[in-house]
C-alpha cells in the first residue's frame, strides 16, 4: 500500500485542492484510494459526530466510504488544547489515529493523508505533523504558495522537522503562482530548490476563481441578515467594493459579480447598483449581491426594487470598514456542490503535477 502526506508550509496554502486533485486523478490509476485527515480543525456536525469539512469533501466528490469518523478521528474542537494542556494524553490520541488509519487503509492501493498546517503545527498537544506522518508511515509532500525566496525559505524549516521524525519527503509542490510571474518562478524555483536537493514535483497556477466565494458563504461564516433574494445565494463573487464614493466613480468599479458593501442610508450606491446591467444582458444587474452595512434598512420603496432586482441583499450591524474586513478575511472553502471549481482542480493538477514522479519516489 502506498501513502501519501500533504503537508504545507503554512495554512491556506492549498493542501485540499491539492489532496482533492490528487485523489481524483489516481483514482483512474488505482483501483482503491483512500483518504483520512487524522487532525481537522474546521469541523461540521454530521450525524453527532465532529466532522473535518475536508473529509466530508473528499467522501462526497470521490464517492470514498471508509467510514467519516475514521477519515477525520481527531477534531479540535473550541478548548481542545487548554484541556489537553491541563490533562495530557498522548497515548489516546495517538491510539485514535493509528486505529482510524488502520481501518481506512485496509483493503485499499493507496491513502492520501491531509495534514493540517505547517509541520509543527499539533506540537502543542503532541502531535504535529511530522509526528502524524511518522505514526502511519508515510512520505510527504510539501506545498507552498507561489514566490521565490520565501516558499524555499519555508520548505527548508519544513523539511528539516520532517526529517529530524525520520519522515522522507517526496518533494514539493509550488501552488498559487500568479500567471504573469509563472515563467520566472517556475524556473528559479526549480533551480534554487535544486541546490538544496529538493524535487518540485509541480508548479500550479494561481486561479482566482477558487477563492471566490458566494454570497451564501458569506451568510454562513457572518451573522448578517438576509433581507431578500434567498434564491439567488449561490451567486459568485469575484470581487468586492465598498460603496463610500460618489456615484459616478462607483460605475467605473462596478463589474461583473461585484459585492457592494454600503452604508444601508446611502440609497444613491444602491440605485446605481441597480443601474448597472451585464454587457449584452440587460436583466441581469453586474453584483451578485449588496451588504447594507450600520444596521440600517432602506425605505420601503427602495426595499421593494432590492425585492425584484434577482441578486441577495443582506444586512450587517456593524459599520462599513468591519464589515469589508469580516469579508476579507473569510476563508473560502470548496463545497461539495461547487462543481467547476472541482473540475478545475482535477484538471490543474493533471495538467501541472508529475503524477508519474510521485508515483515512482513512492
Given at each position: 500500500?502506498?501513502?501519501?502526506?500533504?503537508?504545507?508550509?503554512?495554512?491556506?496554502?492549498?493542501?485540499?485542492?491539492?489532496?482533492?486533485?490528487?485523489?481524483?486523478?489516481?483514482?483512474?490509476?488505482?483501483?482503491?484510494?483512500?483518504?483520512?485527515?487524522?487532525?481537522?480543525?474546521?469541523?461540521?456536525?454530521?450525524?453527532?459526530?465532529?466532522?473535518?469539512?475536508?473529509?466530508?469533501?473528499?467522501?462526497?466528490?470521490?464517492?470514498?466510504?471508509?467510514?467519516?469518523?475514521?477519515?477525520?478521528?481527531?477534531?479540535?474542537?473550541?478548548?481542545?488544547?487548554?484541556?489537553?494542556?491541563?490533562?495530557?494524553?498522548?497515548?489516546?490520541?495517538?491510539?485514535?489515529?493509528?486505529?482510524?488509519?488502520?481501518?481506512?487503509?485496509?483493503?485499499?492501493?493507496?491513502?492520501?493523508?491531509?495534514?493540517?498546517?505547517?509541520?509543527?503545527?499539533?506540537?502543542?498537544?503532541?502531535?504535529?505533523?511530522?509526528?502524524?506522518?511518522?505514526?502511519?508511515?508515510?512520505?510527504?509532500?510539501?506545498?507552498?504558495?507561489?514566490?521565490?525566496?520565501?516558499?524555499?525559505?519555508?520548505?527548508?524549516?519544513?523539511?528539516?522537522?520532517?526529517?529530524?521524525?525520520?519522515?522522507?519527503?517526496?518533494?514539493?509542490?509550488?501552488?498559487?503562482?500568479?500567471?504573469?510571474?509563472?515563467?520566472?518562478?517556475?524556473?528559479?524555483?526549480?533551480?534554487?530548490?535544486?541546490?538544496?536537493?529538493?524535487?518540485?514535483?509541480?508548479?500550479?497556477?494561481?486561479?482566482?476563481?477558487?477563492?471566490?466565494?458566494?454570497?451564501?458563504?458569506?451568510?454562513?461564516?457572518?451573522?448578517?441578515?438576509?433581507?431578500?433574494?434567498?434564491?439567488?445565494?449561490?451567486?459568485?463573487?469575484?470581487?468586492?467594493?465598498?460603496?463610500?464614493?460618489?456615484?459616478?466613480?462607483a460605475i467605473k468599479y462596478i463589474a461583473d459579480d461585484?459585492?457592494?458593501?454600503?452604508?444601508?442610508?446611502?440609497?444613491?450606491?444602491?440605485?446605481?447598483?441597480?443601474?448597472?446591467?451585464?454587457?449584452?444582458?440587460?436583466?441581469?444587474?453586474?453584483?451578485?449581491?449588496?451588504?447594507?452595512?450600520?444596521?440600517?434598512?432602506?425605505?420601503?420603496?427602495?426595499?421593494?426594487?432590492?425585492?425584484?432586482?434577482?441578486?441577495?441583499?443582506?444586512l450587517a450591524k456593524s459599520n462599513t470598514y468591519d464589515?469589508?474586513?469580516?469579508?476579507?478575511?473569510?476563508?473560502?472553502?470548496?463545497?461539495?456542490?461547487?462543481?467547476?471549481?472541482?473540475?478545475?482542480?482535477?484538471?490543474?493538477?493533471?495538467e501541472t503535477v508529475d503524477l508519474d514522479n510521485i508515483?515512482?519516489?513512492?
Amino acid at each position: 500500500m502506498k501513502k501519501i502526506f500533504i503537508a504545507a508550509t503554512k495554512q491556506n496554502d492549498g493542501k485540499t485542492t491539492v489532496s482533492l486533485g490528487l485523489v481524483r486523478n489516481f483514482q483512474g490509476r488505482f483501483k482503491k484510494v483512500a483518504f483520512i485527515k487524522p487532525i481537522g480543525q474546521r469541523y461540521l456536525e454530521e450525524e453527532g459526530l465532529k466532522i473535518d469539512e475536508d473529509s466530508l469533501l473528499i467522501e462526497e466528490v470521490c464517492g470514498i466510504k471508509c467510514g467519516l469518523k475514521d477519515m477525520s478521528p481527531i477534531a479540535v474542537e473550541k478548548g481542545f488544547t487548554e484541556r489537553y494542556i491541563a490533562r495530557p494524553d498522548q497515548e489516546s490520541i495517538t491510539r485514535q489515529i493509528k486505529d482510524s488509519f488502520r481501518r481506512v487503509s485496509r483493503g485499499h492501493d493507496l491513502v492520501i493523508i491531509e495534514g493540517t498546517g505547517h509541520a509543527g503545527v499539533g506540537s502543542v498537544f503532541d502531535h504535529s505533523n511530522a509526528t502524524v506522518a511518522k505514526l502511519v508511515g508515510s512520505k510527504v509532500i510539501i506545498i507552498s504558495s507561489g514566490g521565490i525566496g520565501r516558499p524555499i525559505d519555508e520548505i527548508i524549516l519544513n523539511k528539516a522537522l520532517f526529517e529530524l521524525e525520520g519522515v522522507k519527503v517526496l518533494g514539493v509542490i509550488i501552488n498559487k503562482v500568479l500567471p504573469e510571474k509563472f515563467e520566472k518562478i517556475n524556473r528559479l524555483v526549480r533551480r534554487g530548490l535544486e541546490r538544496k536537493r529538493i524535487d518540485v514535483l509541480g508548479v500550479v497556477p494561481y486561479n482566482p476563481m477558487l477563492s471566490w466565494p458566494t454570497i451564501e458563504q458569506i451568510l454562513e461564516e457572518t451573522d448578517f441578515t438576509l433581507l431578500c433574494g434567498k434564491e439567488y445565494l449561490e451567486r459568485p463573487i469575484s470581487q468586492v467594493i465598498v460603496g463610500a464614493m460618489e456615484p459616478c466613480d462607483a460605475i467605473k468599479y462596478i463589474a461583473d459579480d461585484t459585492l457592494m458593501i454600503t452604508p444601508g442610508d446611502r440609497e444613491d450606491m444602491v440605485m446605481t447598483a441597480l443601474g448597472c446591467f451585464r454587457e449584452g444582458d440587460d436583466k441581469r444587474l453586474k453584483v451578485s449581491g449588496i451588504v447594507l452595512s450600520g444596521g440600517i434598512t432602506p425605505d420601503d420603496s427602495v426595499m421593494n426594487l432590492l425585492a425584484n432586482a434577482q441578486i441577495p441583499v443582506l444586512l450587517a450591524k456593524s459599520n462599513t470598514y468591519d464589515v469589508a474586513t469580516c469579508i476579507h478575511d473569510l476563508t473560502v472553502k470548496i463545497r461539495p456542490r461547487d462543481t467547476v471549481k472541482i473540475n478545475t482542480v482535477i484538471k490543474l493538477i493533471k495538467e501541472t503535477v508529475d503524477l508519474d514522479n510521485i508515483l515512482s519516489r513512492l
